[in-house]
């Protein structure tokens, strides 16, 4: 059984200061990795995700993901933060061609951007 | 891209009535549709799968008699409460996936969520 543990429930930082958000899994087999931002009373909308290939990831709006097989990890980073990421964030693992594509999401990351 | 609506967004409802949610995927063909559950504070939950035309699959401990999920159509899942009470008061998250392109991978697209409170 696949499994994902976010070390962190909150993170608040200051405005423009790099962040990183911590993601680490557990699978028997091969996983897609993802990284889902939620903002209040909305649902998920992704981030980023990790398929294959590269191993470092990137979305449109400055942030970042590597996985990290021999640590089993997938951290988020940004290096200049604005109040507007202020959100929480959802790392989440799929085993490869198995479950059909269910996803186990981990605890969630509080991030508050301070001005 | 791919949009995936739920209606309604928030219902109150009384203690032992029945409360359905809509999914709808809007511009796609949903082969499979995937429910959460969202605790305050708390993870995403998946509480079943189902595939168009078939009957859903649960996850342990979720009581499929309680949760009724019917996927009727390509576009359309609902889940029913049945007999709600305040224990089940959560937010309810519904995803969908269509059908499998030349990606190895095929990703689910997530609804807004609807709220239910039940007094």
């Known amino acids: 059984a696949q499994s994902v543990t976010q070390l962190d429930s909150q993170v608040p930082v200051f405005e423009e200061a790099p962040v990183e958000l911590r993601c680490n899994y557990s699978?028997?087999?091969?996983?897609?990795l993802f990284w889902y931002v939620q903002y209040p009373n909305q649902g998920l909308q992704l981030l980023l995700k990790y398929l294959s290939g590269s191993t470092l990831v990137k979305s449109i709006n400055g942030f970042e993901a590597e996985f990290n097989k021999s640590q089993t990890s997938f951290h988020l980073r940004k290096p200049s933060v604005h109040i507007s990421d202020t959100a929480e964030y959802f790392c989440a693992v799929s085993e490869f061609r198995t479950s059909y594509g269910k996803l186990t999401f981990g605890q969630g990351t509080i991030l508050t951007v301070h001005p | 891209g791919a949009v995936v609506s739920q209606h309604p967004s928030w219902v109150i409802c009384k203690s032992g009535t029945s409360v359905k949610i809509e999914c709808r995927s809007l511009?796609?063909?949903?082969?499979?549709m995937f429910w959460y559950r969202q605790f305050p504070k708390q993870s995403l939950m998946l509480m079943a799968t189902s595939n168009e035309g078939s009957k859903a699959t649960y996850e342990q401990g979720v009581e499929k008699d309680k949760f009724l999920i019917n996927h009727a159509s390509l576009t359309l899942s609902t889940l029913t409460v049945t007999s709600a009470h305040p224990e089940d008061s959560s937010f309810y998250i519904c995803s969908a996936r269509g059908l499998a392109g030349l990606s190895s991978y095929n990703e689910q697209f997530f609804g807004p969520g609807t709220r239910l409170t039940v007094l």
């Open positions: 511009d796609f063909q949903a082969t499979t």
């Open positions: 699978s028997s087999v091969s996983v897609y």
